[in-house]
């Protein structure tokens, strides 16, 4: 069982992506996250069931709709062009962006339900030792949910990294640049190359299983019902 | 007046706040004052809303001169020159106890030094703590962790939420007499929440009674134990103040006597020096009477007094006298066969025989 060079290019193309949105995913998560934690506005339950919808649609139909807006007749289509990019389909850039979209919720749940998990009254405590808004959420918010960060950034990647159907949509297999190894090893199964896709398959699941074990090891003590988001 | 903190609210009770908070108050800079009541009164409310954690509460709050709060103003809570000690001590859970201290001396208002702050500090006894973690702190450590780290901001105002219910008498007693450095020393304003009497009879010079979201009264010591309404609050029952100064020790029998006027009430030989002022605690049901100095019994401290009222309708059974030692007041509570047998009337000169007070300061 070993590896071939295009398996090893579909490897590192996938931590490379899986990494990538991840971080974005930390950053553009962690407002949404305790927006949804804290606010009271009516627009809540809106915001929250528009980040959870990756969880219940099929990947095809972001990854149809994801393909729609970002080609030349679509939104981002448009933006890329107006500004001067190439077009997001079919390359890397356009996985990130797909990515993003697809585990939002595997990162804003966790980080929302850290949040929602703070004490007010420590936060009251902090302003009234002259901690300001930023202080308060820096010093004392975020070092609260940091359990939450680490629940986030597993399920983030892994989840990341388990995605197809929004890859191929989106993506399509050009290796190197979106052949990513859940793709790698649909094509191995086309081709019948039983045992690629068994080694790669095998590596996937070894991976899962030690992200999902630390996890549960290092986790936020109460609260696994996040790990399902 | 620009030397207090002024406090107007007369908010309408919301789903957040049932309350309906009505208080007009003025608190004397440099001083203690205490808010008292019974629970729900709306006392952490109050000190919130002057803390400015309550940003919905409509209010007016101005920190001598200072607006913090008005129709069109709002200071927020970290702008604020002032500090609070949470009831439950609100210690920050991820950081150890040296490192809470450190997050307050960061953000210090006054880097200064202050001689009474650091006497605090050492009375608190914090420094075999320091590497611990607040999960790891018993509730009394949690309250001296959380009243050190609120001075260590260095704030001119201090708002403290029950700062000594869980700490021990020999602690409470130590805390209270830095607490009083505080205002005295460093002319730091203190606003106390507190159910116990004896620390808010020997700390606070201005009271103001809440009820139900209401300040019912406000005004000194002296002049709130002449209304009724607040002793219904008061654990114990009705009692009243002395107040004097320390004589010298009575080595022999280790009684040291407090002057009042020219009278002499015996107390345990205390710590403080001759001269010290102190005030003393005495429960109306601790106090009997006689129509003469009676030198054969055991009970010391036996004051000349005169009945300057008598109610005798308190209760089926007993009768309130009330008496001037001097001029302060006193309160006895006696059965009515007792008046009926003395015959007492008002402005009769009778001794006062006390058999216990409660040493407040």
């Given at each position: 069982m070993s590896l071939s060079a295009a398996d090893l290019t579909a490897l590192w193309l996938t931590v490379k992506l899986a990494a990538l949105t991840t971080l974005i995913l930390i950053a553009v998560g962690t407002p949404i996250?305790?927006?949804?934690?804290?606010?009271?506005?009516?627009?809540?339950?809106?915001?929250?069931?528009?980040?959870?919808?990756?969880?219940?649609?099929?990947?095809?139909?972001?990854?149809?709709?994801?393909?729609?807006?970002?080609?030349?007749?679509?939104?981002?289509?448009?933006?890329t062009d107006t500004l001067g990019f190439e077009l997001l389909p079919f390359t890397f850039t356009g996985l990130v962006v797909g990515s993003v979209i697809y585990s939002l919720p595997f990162v804003v749940q966790p980080l929302r339900n850290a949040f929602a998990a703070i004490d007010q009254e420590l936060l009251d405590a902090a302003a009234t030792l002259g901690a300001g808004p930023l202080d308060r959420f820096v010093q004392v918010s975020m070092r609260l949910a940091r359990p939450g960060y680490l629940s986030a950034a597993v399920l983030g990647f892994a989840h990341t990294v388990g995605e197809f159907g929004v890859v191929l949509m989106i993506g399509g297999s050009i290796p190197g640049e979106t052949r990513l190894v859940s793709v790698q090893i649909y094509d191995h199964a086309e081709s019948l190359n039983f045992a690629s896709a068994h080694a790669l398959s095998l590596l996937l699941i070894v991976f899962a299983f030690v992200a999902l074990t630390s996890l549960y090891w290092f986790g936020p003590r109460h609260g696994r019902a996040e790990v399902i988001a | 007046m620009s030397n207090a903190l002024r406090l107007r609210v007369d908010a309408r009770p919301t789903a957040e706040h049932p309350l309906h908070l009505r208080i007009?108050?003025?608190?004397?800079?440099?001083?203690?004052?205490?808010?008292?009541?019974?629970?729900?009164?709306?006392?952490?409310?109050?000190?919130?809303?002057?803390?400015?954690?309550?940003?919905?509460?409509?209010?007016?709050?101005?920190?001598?001169?200072?607006?913090?709060?008005?129709?069109?103003?709002?200071?927020?809570?970290?702008?604020?020159?002032?500090?609070?000690?949470?009831?439950?001590?609100?210690?920050?859970?991820?950081?150890?106890?040296?490192?809470?201290?450190?997050?307050?001396?960061?953000?210090?208002?006054a880097p200064t030094n202050s001689p009474a702050t650091e006497a605090m500090l050492a009375t608190l006894?914090?420094?075999?703590?320091?590497?611990?973690?607040?999960?790891?702190?018993?509730?009394g450590e949690r309250q001296r962790v959380a009243l050190a780290r609120a001075l260590l901001r260095r704030p001119r105002l201090l708002l403290l939420d029950e700062p000594l219910s869980a700490l021990d008498d020999a602690r409470r007693q130590a805390v209270m007499h830095t607490i009083e450095r505080l205002c005295?020393?460093?002319?730091?304003?203190?606003?106390?929440?507190?159910?116990?009497?004896?620390?808010?009879a020997r700390l606070a010079k201005h009271i103001v009674v809440l009820s139900d979201g209401q300040s019912v009264q406000q005004g000194g010591w002296e002049a709130l134990q002449a209304t009724t309404d607040a002793h219904g609050l008061l654990e114990g029952g009705r009692g009243s103040i002395l107040s004097g100064t320390l004589g010298p020790i009575d080595s022999a029998w280790h009684l040291q006597p407090l002057q009042i006027g020219d009278n002499s009430l015996w107390l345990p030989q205390q710590s403080a020096d001759a001269g010290?002022?102190?005030?003393?605690?005495?429960?109306?049901?601790?106090?009997?009477?006689?129509?003469?100095?009676?030198?054969?019994?055991?009970?010391?401290?036996?004051?000349?007094?005169?009945?300057?009222?008598?109610?005798?309708?308190a209760s089926p059974s007993a009768a309130l006298v009330t008496l001037r030692v001097e001029t302060q007041l006193l309160y006895a509570s006696i059965t009515r066969k007792s008046l009926a047998q003395l015959a007492l009337t008002p402005g009769q000169s009778v001794f006062a025989q006390i058999k216990s007070v409660a040493l407040l300061a």
């Open positions: 996250a305790w927006w949804l934690a804290r606010s009271r506005s009516q627009w809540r339950a809106p915001v929250a069931a528009l980040v959870a919808l990756p969880l219940v649609l099929p990947p095809t139909v972001i990854g149809f709709y994801l393909l729609v807006a970002m080609g030349p007749a679509g939104p981002i289509g448009w933006l | 007009n108050s003025e608190f004397p800079c440099g001083e203690v004052s205490a808010l008292f009541g019974p629970s729900g009164a709306g006392k952490t409310t109050t000190l919130r809303v002057l803390a400015g954690l309550e940003q919905t509460i409509n209010a007016n709050v101005a920190f001598a001169g200072d607006t913090w709060q008005s129709a069109d103003q709002w200071v927020p809570a970290h702008a604020r020159n002032m500090a609070y000690v949470f009831q439950q001590a609100a210690l920050f859970p991820h950081l150890s106890v040296a490192q809470n201290l450190a997050f307050a001396e960061r953000r210090a208002i006894s914090i420094s075999e703590l320091l590497a611990r973690r607040p999960a790891d702190l018993s509730g005295r020393d460093d002319g730091v304003t203190i606003i106390y929440v507190s159910h116990a009497v004896d620390e808010i010290a002022p102190m005030r003393v605690r005495v429960l109306a049901k601790d106090v009997s009477l006689a129509l003469h100095d009676h030198a054969d019994t055991s009970i010391l401290n036996r004051l000349p007094a005169r009945i300057d009222a008598i109610d005798s309708d």
